[in-house]
Structures are given as C-alpha cells and as structure tokens.
C-alpha cells in the first residue's frame, strides 16, 4: 500500500494530536472500587483544521482525500506544532564503516589465557612464549567498552592481540587503509618493554600473512589515547586479499615485563584517516546519514542510539519526537526528558509509548517531521465552500499499524 504525505500549503489553521492509551477499566458492582488494565497498543491521533482556501489550494487536498478513499487509505501524520525538534538534533557528519565485528570487545570472560579466560569474540592472543597473559577487567570508562589485559613474566618472544581474525576483512592491492583503537595504561608499565605498537597485516584469503607492519601508538599513560595507523596497502605479490589490525608488544627477550592495558573501540576502515568510533557488536557495521539505534532494541520506554555529534548538550528535548521504520510500520514516540551524548556519540532517549515493534541495530532515526502512519476516522470527507468560492475543510485521524 502507498503511504501518502500531507500537502505542505497550507499550513493548518490549527491542530490537535495526542496519544490513545489502550487502557480498560474494570468497576466492582458492589463496591465501586476499580481496577485499570493498561494493555500494550496505545495509538495516535488527530485533528487538523485547514484555513480558508481558493479552489486552487483546496484541489490539492481535495485530490489528497480522493486517494485515501475515506479510512482503506494510508498518510504520514504528525505533530503539526512539533515538527521541528527544540534539541539540536545534530548527527555525525563522519561518513565510516567500521569492518572489526567486535569492537567493542564484548564476550570477554577475567582469568589467564588458557586457564579460564575468554578472549572478546573475534579477538585472539599470539605470541605467548614465556609470557602470562589475563584479562583482568571488562567494563565501561568514558563511554569506551574495554577489556584489561595484563602482560606479565620474560618473555622470549614479541606477543599480539588481534581485533578480528586474517580471514574476515577483504581488501585489494593499492587500497589505504586505517587502523585505531583507545588504550590507556591500568597497571604496570613500560620496563623492558621496546614499544607498544598497532599492527596491520595484509594476508591471502586463507588467513597466512604476506606483510606486518606496525606503528608506535604514542604516550602510554592513564589517560585515554586512540592509536591511529594509516597505510597503503601494496606488496611483491598479487594476492593480498584480507586485513587485519591489532596492538603489539615489541620485548626485550629474556627481561620481565608487568603492564596492564586497557583496551577498547577498536576499529579498522578503508579511508584516509580514522573516522569516529563505529560501535560494533557483533558485525561489520556503516555510518549512515543521520542519528541511528545502537544495538538490537528491546521493549520497554528506553532506546539506544548513536552517531550523534560527541559531548553535544540537548540533542533532543522533552516532548520532541523521533520516529523510525520496522516490519510493522512506522513508530512514533516522545522524548520524555533532554538528551545529551557521550564523548562516543551515543545516547538513551526515554520514551512513550513503550516500544511497540523494537527496532533493529542501525536503523535511522526520523527527528524532523517525525511521523506515524494514519488513516481518516471518516468513511468520507466532506467540504464546504461559499458565495466567494472559499473553501473550509477539516478532519481527523488515528494511527494505524
């Protein structure tokens, strides 16, 4: 079924639009207490009342309401006071697609490696001779989701932490590529250690390595830092067809080292330069335009969204609404209190009604003439018109899904 649009001109005289909760009352006969069922289903409605018009602009609705044939058809309504939200509303301008599954190194479990620890899902330790390697911390710092991990014991071998594994990432010969995590010093530090460094391996499809490069990340101290490490990818050979990036530890051998590193929001992207986090749980995921959901959604009154501007106060406010699109139709919700985002862009809105159909992971956020799908409360419209040849018309709507 075609979703219709509203006509822009003009503009309505006046409007009434609200929420119909689904609610039943049910009243004690013989003591008249009563008891209020809420059941998931509340709808929008409406009431637009247009000026009055000449025959030209009346043609247009007139043809508007000729093609919704009474309540069968379908439009986009909305707030007609609110379509432009009093929050700023203002999404990354970055455009990225971040190609590690797992950024955010979720599925991490504490203990030694090999002994109980669990590496995030995709990730992988190489280089273990004369070294313990644990997880020691999983969490959240500043918005970054992290793992700790402490290198510890002399080693007689360099030691890698790999984002994602040599078979996942395609490329090609004369591609620039970037790489970038955040890491910040927790524990221990850097005696005997030569470098702490991003690596970037260009391998064949079956994973086996053609060349390793690397970079030095910079400052390790306890104060949050990205590495970034851009390269044009080239060789003697014609078969580099997969990348993967990753952090090093360039060692003395045969001298003890002890350093714990927090790292998280890792990142590997066919660009330039490194673009802003792409938060990633699971698949390689783009940027696209505007504010999007972060994660699969579930039901309830909170939502998680991304790609907004970092650090931004007020991104939407009380009664501003959102809307986006499912299997289901259009939803459309308010902003129950102001939004600002993290230094990640990221940002829960709190809103009503409860999700109805819960979004998927990345799906856009409609926050300028945020809308929902109605449909006329009439069988048929009627107009009226005068001796001048002036037009009056009304009408009304509800939410259908």
């Not at 993290?342 to 992971?361: H, I, K, M, S």
Request: net charge neutral; aromatic share 8%; hydrophobic share 40%.
């Amino acid at each position: 079924m075609t979703i219709l649009t509203l006509p822009t001109s003009p503009a309505f005289a006046s409007s009434s639009f609200g929420l119909v909760s689904n609610t039943q009352v049910f009243e004690n006969p013989l003591t008249g207490q009563t008891q209020t069922l809420e059941r998931p289903g509340a709808r929008w409605q409406a009431q637009y009342t247009l000026p009055p018009m000449k025959r030209a602009q009346a043609a247009v609705w007139q043809s508007f309401f000729m093609q919704l044939r009474g309540g069968g058809g379908r439009f986009y309504g909305y707030d007609a006071d609110a379509k432009t939200p009093r929050g700023s509303a203002l999404a990354s301008p970055n455009a990225g697609r971040n190609e590690i599954r797992n950024g955010n190194a979720l599925g991490a479990q504490t203990g030694t490696v090999g002994s109980g620890a669990v590496a995030p899902t995709y990730w992988a330790f190489g280089g273990a001779v004369g070294l313990t390697r644990s997880i020691t911390g999983i969490g959240v710092d500043n918005g970054i989701s992290y793992i700790d991990v402490r290198f510890a014991g002399t080693p007689t071998a360099n030691t890698s932490l790999t984002f994602d594994n040599g078979t996942q990432v395609a490329c090609a010969e004369g591609e620039v590529w970037t790489g970038s995590f955040y890491y910040k010093l927790a524990g221990g530090g850097l005696t005997n250690i030569n470098a702490v460094q991003q690596f970037i391996s260009q391998t064949q499809s079956n994973g086996t390595i053609n060349i390793n490069t690397y970079s030095n990340v910079g400052t390790v101290d306890s104060t949050w830092r990205r590495a970034v490490f851009t390269r044009t990818l080239s060789d003697t050979t014609p078969d580099t067809v997969r990348l993967k990036n990753g952090l090093y530890l360039s060692l003395n051998s045969g001298q003890a080292i002890d350093i714990t590193l927090r790292i998280g929001h890792c990142q590997l992207e066919k660009a330039s330069s490194a673009s802003d986090y792409v938060p990633t749980a699971g698949t390689a995921r783009v940027r696209g335009a505007g504010a999007r959901v972060d994660g699969n959604a579930v039901a309830g009154n909170t939502l998680a969204t991304w790609n907004w501007q970092p650090n931004l106060a007020n991104i939407l406010r009380a009664g501003d609404y959102v809307a986006f699109d499912t299997a289901m139709g259009r939803a459309l919700h308010m902003v129950l209190a102001d939004v600002n985002s993290d230094a990640n862009g990221r940002a829960v809105l709190q809103l009503e009604p409860p999700l109805r159909t819960p979004p998927p992971d990345n799906t856009a956020l409609i926050t300028s003439s945020a809308s929902c799908i109605m449909a006329l409360n009439e069988a048929s419209i009627n107009w009226q018109v005068d001796a001048q040849g002036v037009y009056r018309l009304a009408f009304s709507a509800i939410e259908r899904f």
